[in-house]
């Protein structure tokens, strides 16, 4: 294999590395200088848990993001309540509501109602360990099928991974992906994913966080 010609993706990479120093007596009657097997050594044990660390940071990354949604919603919804709690007390006047950083109530828009259709979503695979979903609003695309349901802001999209065979899931069965609001979103599983049943569904989220219906669901076998 010429030096320009190694796998590029780094799955294909790692296995090909592994492959390479398995195999590596095969040159034993080449007598070749003990810092070429050195090199290979070196290289292969450099970069497996090289590529562990860098698919648990995407893991831990995805974790945090998914915590952190969680909590943004919370205090939302806390927020929410205890400001409609303050308006209406005699005394708040628009000078308060400045100072807090709150919108004057006749500045407020009207409130968007959530949407009440579902996004259609395309999953597709576009790498090792790496699913691309497009999604978009089936009653008003746009070209190249990137539009969102009037009042959108973004697409909420969750998902869960189970073996080959088994049944769609359920809408509580499935957990935070992400909150995206341009297609396509690009994710990235571990080595450990490959093989199996991705499954996704998605929802359109209105500006004040609002959530529409969920689609029906989607699936794909994440590739190696």
């Known amino acids: 294999m010429p030096d320009d ?9 790692r296995s090909w590395l592994v492959n390479l120093v398995a195999n590596e007596g095969v040159t034993g009657p ?29 893991a831990e990354a995805q974790s945090k993001k998914a915590a952190k949604e969680v909590l943004k919603a919370n205090a939302v919804r806390e927020l929410r309540a205890v400001i409609a709690l303050l308006r209406p ?13 709150l919108q004057l109530l006749d500045d407020i828009l009207t409130h968007i109602e959530a949407p009440t259709t579902a996004p259609e979503l395309e999953l597709v ?19 190249g099928r990137r ?10 999209l969750i998902h869960t ?14 957990t935070f992906l992400a909150d995206d ?25 209105n500006p004040t966080g609002d959530l529409g219906p969920y689609s029906e669901p989607s699936s794909i076998t994440i590739p190696g």
């Open 5 to 13: 010609a190694f796998p590029q993706g780094d799955s294909e990479f």
């Open 30 to 58: 080449l007598l070749l200088s003990p810092t070429f097997y050195t090199a290979l050594n070196a290289a292969n044990t450099a970069y497996g848990p090289g590529l562990d660390a860098h698919f648990d940071a995407q």
């Open 89 to 101: 007390i005699p005394g708040f006047t628009d000078a308060m509501a400045l100072a807090l950083g």
């Open 125 to 143: 695979a576009f790498g090792p360990q790496e699913v691309r979903c497009h999604f978009w609003d089936p009653g008003n695309p746009s070209p």
């Open 147 to 156: 539009g969102k349901a009037p009042g959108a802001r973004s697409c909420r």
């Open 161 to 174: 991974i189970l073996a080959v065979g088994a049944g769609a899931p359920s809408v509580s069965d499935m």
């Open 181 to 205: 609001t341009n297609t396509p979103n690009n994710a990235a599983f571990e080595e450990a994913d490959i093989g199996k049943t991705l499954w996704v569904r998605g929802a359109w989220v």
